[in-house]
């Protein structure tokens, strides 16, 4: 092993002779004292994922330069004492092992930016996670919470994964996170939402499919930088109002729900180019529909819809408009998925009809 240069270890030194890295008959990973220990000391990565370990050794507390390590897909179940000594570690990975409880040695790696523990068994977090107030990136997703402790002092955190928990609500402080751009909760057990959800005016991305949501605050429609939002598979028979101030989302999906109708303001998301309303309970469309001039994709399938407004023949660059399983009169639409030119004809055609009437 040369030691100029040296940087990174992957899990293939774990099968190279004269490595000071080595793994023992019992899957435990042992740091091995000689020549190449001053080497080993000045790395600053280390990958060790899908390794098969089933422990640290203290000897990890030696690594005293790394900045990221990498440990995910192994079946670890602890953290030996020494590893508070990694304190200049600012990417921890610890996704797909077996915690149980949350390691107190990594409340002291203060350092941290990017903390991944997603897919381990852990019990119910507390107030762990408030001393890491460095964080930007928080995975914790698949660690059967049904609580997320007070979390608003992670003020720097940019993206927090909570999905596939057992969430039934998200904590108010979560609006004090002012630099949250990325959310996913989905795949929880969340009824509602915050009222200071609004607060967080820099998110971009916000999922939230496959919950029990009921109903959504008029905060939200403060999220005026929002891109791409997914409500999809929740409980909602109505969107608010509000939601018409989202100038900026591009991308919607509201699918599988009990709507029965759509706001009038829904027409000023002038940007959206995909909404999805399928599965629904809608029986008519609001005429500001013909607003969203730049809406490509617009699936309006398996709800009870008898008529189509005139105002959403002007979608001119509509590409798909998919309205099967719907009991419409037009003549034409039953089971298709159309584009403009078909709207247009579809239209024309009413026209004459009504002037024949």
């Known amino acids: 092993m040369a030691k100029k240069g040296l940087s990174a270890i992957s899990p293939r030194i774990l099968n190279t002779r004269n490595t000071p890295v080595t793994r023992n008959s019992k899957n435990q990973l042992e740091v091995q004292t000689g020549e190449n220990m001053e080497v080993l000391r000045e790395i600053n990565r280390l990958d060790l994922s899908n390794s098969k370990l089933e422990s640290l050794g203290e ?35 610890f996704t797909r092992n077996q915690l149980t409880v949350f390691p107190e040695q990594i409340l002291e790696l203060t350092q941290l930016v990017r903390l991944g ?20 990136d928080l995975d914790l997703s698949s660690c059967r919470q049904t609580k997320i402790p007070e979390i608003g002092k992670l ?65 939200i429609g403060e999220m005026d930088i929002l891109n791409y939002l997914d409500i999809s598979f ?64 617009l699936n309006l399938s398996n709800n009870q819809l008898t008529h189509l407004p005139f105002a959403i023949s002007e979608l001119k660059d509509i590409r798909k408009l998919d309205l099967k399983n719907n009991p419409l009169v037009e003549r034409g639409v039953a089971g298709k998925t159309l584009g403009w030119r078909d709207l247009k004809k579809i239209f024309r055609e009413r026209v004459l009809l009504s002037q024949g009437a």
């Not at 989202?246 to 759509?262: G, T």
């Open 234 to 297: 929740n409980q909602l028979a109505s969107l608010p109002e509000s939601i018409g101030e989202m100038k900026s989302l591009k991308w919607l999906s509201a699918s599988n729900n009990k709507l029965v109708s759509l706001p009038e303001s829904i027409g000023e998301m002038d940007i959206l180019y995909y909404l999805d309303i399928s599965n629904n309970e809608l029986t008519s469309l609001p005429e500001s529909i013909g607003e969203m001039k730049k809406l490509k994709d």
């Open 59 to 93: 000897e990890i507390g030696d690594l005293t330069q790394l900045l990221s390590l990498n440990l995910s897909g192994n079946q670890l179940i602890s953290l030996p004492r020494r590893f508070v000594e990694l304190k200049k570690l600012q990417s921890l990975y």
């Open 117 to 136: 523990i997603s897919n381990n068994p852990l019990g119910q977090l507390t107030n762990e996670l408030e001393g890491l107030v460095l964080l930007t």
């Open 155 to 219: 003020t720097k955190l940019t993206r927090l994964y909570l999905c596939d928990n057992h969430l039934v609500s998200l904590p108010e402080s979560i609006g004090e996170m002012k630099s949250l751009e990325y959310l996913s909760a989905s795949n929880n057990q969340l009824t509602s939402l915050p009222e200071s959800i609004g607060k967080l005016k820099k998110m971009t991305d916000l999922y939230l499919s496959n919950n029990k949501l009921a109903s959504l605050p008029e905060s």
